[in-house]
């Protein structure tokens, strides 16, 4: 069965500490794994998404890598703004288009 | 482009009532899924359309949850009988087929909470 766990569930940094967020998943076949941010009271905001082992991407403080067995989102001298959850997502090869997610881990950026 | 516009924000609801949940997706999206995300939770997978026609549905979605997408356009979730369970956030998104990153847009859902 695909599943998709993130660590760790919440994180408090102070402004400018860099950090990584991990999402370990294991899936039938992976057909993209993808990144959202959630502001509380909103739905999730597209951020990447990756396809194959090796691959990375970058936007502003944002970069994801992804492995095999398990993704990184580091976050790189993160500002107060970048306070909100983040959640990774695996689409397999079996079914059409729908996405597992993980619970996300919840990031607290302070001054 | 508006964006995915989901109605109401909020329904409270007592246990045994139905209710129905509106998605408006971004209009040349023709696909359009509904998910469930509870406290704490990630969203949790519904189902799925492609244009008018309903391609996958959850395992977990018991007889009493219904959607449906008319001529392909706005689509209606509906449950009858609400249990305290039901009670969660209720998200719509949209895309567009062989878009670039297969990037899903997400409303800003719909909250119910069942008393």
């Known amino acids: 069965e695909d599943q998709v766990t993130q660590s760790p569930e919440a994180l408090r940094l102070q402004e400018g500490e860099s950090s990584s967020l991990n999402c370990s998943y294991t899936?039938?076949?992976?057909?993209?794994l993808f990144w959202y941010r959630q502001d509380p009271g909103k739905g999730p905001e597209f951020l990447f998404t990756l396809y194959s082992a090796g691959e990375e991407k970058e936007k502003e403080r944002l970069k994801a890598t992804l492995t095999k067995k398990e993704s990184f989102l580091h976050i790189t001298a993160p500002k107060p703004e970048d306070s909100a959850t983040y959640l990774c997502a695996v689409r397999s090869r079996g079914g059409y288009n729908k996405l597992i997610f993980g619970a996300g881990t919840r990031l607290a950026v302070h001054p | 482009d508006t964006g995915v516009s989901q109605n109401p924000r909020h329904k409270i609801t007592k246990r045994g009532q139905n209710v129905t949940f509106r998605c408006d997706p971004i209009?040349?999206?023709?696909?359009l899924y509904w998910y469930r995300q509870t406290l704490g939770q990630g969203p949790e997978f519904l189902t799925y359309?492609?244009?008018?026609?309903?391609?996958?549905k959850s395992r977990l979605l018991s007889d009493r949850f219904s959607a449906e997408r008319p001529k392909g356009s706005f689509s209606t979730l509906e449950i009858q009988r609400t249990e305290q369970g039901d009670s969660a956030m209720y998200l719509c998104?949209?895309?567009?087929?062989?878009?670039?990153?297969?990037?899903?847009?997400f409303g800003s859902g719909t909250q119910l909470s069942v008393l």
């Open positions: 359309f492609q244009n008018e026609a309903q391609l996958e």
């Open positions: 209009s040349e999206h023709n696909r």
């Open positions: 899936v039938s076949g992976l057909r993209g």
């Open positions: 998104a949209s895309s567009l087929p062989l878009a670039e990153e297969e990037k899903l847009f």
